[in-house]
């Protein structure tokens, strides 16, 4: 493979990804691919797919139909370890998912060294780097309990970003913070921005998709109705579903 090819591969991609619950329709065709460095934001009503579609890409959920490629490997083959797939993508929710009996540093390297094999000094190191970086130095003997939800979730992208992975997924993560705490989760992500991790977000921030997407992609059920900068998709919709979604929740 040359450079230039290799500088032209999505770090995902969907392709015509169909998802069915039941009789019903969740995803409905989905193409959408996301550049190295870029940082793409899905909105759209609850119910619209934004997670579920998040989830196939973790291959939480399995496509009916389609496929997505990362880093140009199709992940949606059945023959693909999906643990080795996951390792290569970081993912927060909405709700922090620490472990409560582990320090701050325990939960952020568990995964590398558990994972990714990384031997345990390193992997602290690395850790500490990353967390005084962030602003969570100080925090790394603190137990979950003792941080606000907003550091919490801080500590969960740390966790997620540590082992540098090619793509972050990061799903509603500050949906369920207190509003005073909303800023300093946001903060963190315009820092990775910054770092130029790759990234696709569900959010329904709209003032924070306005600000931190390269590309704003709008969802209705289960279908994407229309996608362009955050300039064009909040300045301009072309699609009155877009503009009657956006009338709603600003
Ligand atoms: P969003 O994140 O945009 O709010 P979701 O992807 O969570 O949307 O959900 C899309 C639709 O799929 C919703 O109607 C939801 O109830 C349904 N759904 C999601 N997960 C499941 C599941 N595991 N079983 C059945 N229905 C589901
Ligand atoms: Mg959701």
């Not at 137990?143 to 992208?157: E, F, K, M």
């Not at 300093?184 to 696709?200: A, M, N, Q």
């Amino acid at each position: 493979m040359t450079v230039l090819e290799t500088a032209t591969i999505p770090v995902v991609e969907a392709r015509g990804v169909r998802k069915r619950f039941g009789d019903h329709d969740v995803l409905r065709g989905i193409d959408l691919a996301v550049a190295p460095h870029e940082v793409v934001v899905l909105i759209g009503a609850s119910g619209s797919g934004k997670s579920t579609l998040l989830r196939t890409m973790n291959l939480i959920e399995q496509v009916d139909d389609g496929q997505i490629f990362l880093g140009g490997d199709d992940i949606t083959d059945p023959r693909v370890d999906a643990d080795k797939v996951r390792a290569r993508i970081g993912v927060v929710f909405q709700h922090f998912n620490l472990f409560p009996h582990l320090s701050v540093i325990d939960n952020v390297t568990l995964a590398a060294r558990r994972v990714h094999g990384i031997p345990k000094d390193e992997a602290r190191a690395r850790a500490q780097k990353l967390l005084d970086t962030l602003g969570l130095g100080a925090k790394a003997a603190e137990y979950p309990d003792r941080l606000s939800g907003g550091q919490q979730q801080r500590v969960a992208i740390v966790r997620a970003i540590l082992t540098e992975p090619e793509l972050l997924l990061l799903d509603e993560i500050t949906s369920a913070l207190d509003p005073q705490l909303v800023g300093e989760v946001l903060d963190l992500v315009r820092d990775l921005k910054g770092r130029g991790t790759t990234i696709l977000m569900a959010t329904h921030e709209m003032s924070f998709a306005r600000e931190v997407a390269d590309r704003v992609v709008f969802l209705k059920d289960g279908v994407l109705v229309e996608q362009g900068t955050p300039e064009q998709i909040f300045g301009a919709p072309q699609h009155p579903a877009t503009a009657e979604f956006l009338a709603r929740v600003h």
